[in-house]
T-cell receptor, first 118, second 115 residues
Framework: EAGVAQSPRYKIIEKRQSVAFWCNPI?????LYWYQQILGQGPKLLIQ????????DSQLPKDRFSAERLKGVDSTLKIQPAKLEDSAVYLC????????????????FGPGTRLTVT | GNSVTQMEGPVTLSEEAFLTINCTYT??????LFWYVQYPGEGLQLLLK?????DKGSNKGFEATYRKETTSFHLEKGSVQVSDSAVYFCALSTAGGTSYGKLTFGQGTILTVHP
């Protein structure tokens, strides 16, 4: 079974530029997550999709970040314009189903995209 | 809200030493608890999990027991190997209210094992 795919693996941009990341989840997984991992910290959820609908985007800086999941499969995360503090690893994860009373089902993570904003 | 606190690192051990990484949590509802591992240059991988109080998760010689009374989920291994060198993350998830199963992570603990 193929894992979660992400591209690009690395990206360097200047502040105020825009950037987009792509994620292809494991086939058949209904739930997709984007996390931001700043160096030295644990990942933090940015947005969660259930099929192609947004379930949680409470931590997404909506003035500069946007995300979509067309047809309930692939997803893109965009930053426009980027700031220095956006330098981080952006992780995509997917799960077969969303959640139950006790929390989430196992989430499978992609390799991440390391973004450097100069 | 939900939060996870891990012991600060980094942790440096000799091969075959005993490992403990402490993890405590605060959560609303009935959390599931996880340990994820991130090897150098790789993505996060689930190491073990526990979904209810007193459950013990185990994998690859690692163990952790869900202690509701102390709100803890400490990771242990009796004899570490050089190949265990990685960053370890404690995490929890809940569902209900404003949470839909997202993972809340601790800050991570860097483990280095020397031969």
């Amino acid at each position: 079974e193929a894992g979660v795919a992400q591209s690009p693996r690395y990206k360097i941009i200047e502040k105020r530029q825009s950037v987009a990341f792509w994620c292809n989840p494991i086939s058949g997984h209904a739930t997709l997550y984007w996390y931001q991992q700043i160096l030295g910290q644990g990942p933090k959820l940015l947005i969660q999709f259930q099929n192609n609908g947004v379930v949680d985007d409470s931590q997404l800086p909506k003035d500069r970040f946007s995300a979509e999941r067309l047809k309930g499969v692939d997803s893109t995360l965009k930053i426009q314009p980027a700031k220095l503090e956006d330098s981080a690893v952006y992780l995509c994860a997917s799960s077969p189903r969303g959640f139950w009373r006790g929390g989430s089902y196992e989430q499978y993570f992609g390799p991440g995209t390391r973004l450097t904003v100069t | 809200g939900n939060s996870v606190t891990q012991m600060e690192g980094p942790v440096t051990l000799s091969e075959e030493a005993f490992l403990t990484i402490n993890c405590t949590y605060t959560a609303t509802g009935y959390p599931s608890l996880f340990w994820y591992v991130q090897y150098p240059g790789e993505g996060l991988q689930l190491l073990l999990k526990a979904t209810k109080a007193d459950d013990k998760g185990s994998n690859k010689g690692f163990e952790a027991t869900y202690r509701k009374e102390t709100t803890s989920f400490h990771l242990e291994k009796g004899s570490v190997q050089v190949s265990d060198s990685a960053v370890y993350f404690c995490a929890l998830s809940t569902a209900g209210g404003t949470s839909y199963g997202k993972l809340t992570f601790g800050q991570g603990t860097i483990l280095t094992v020397h031969p």
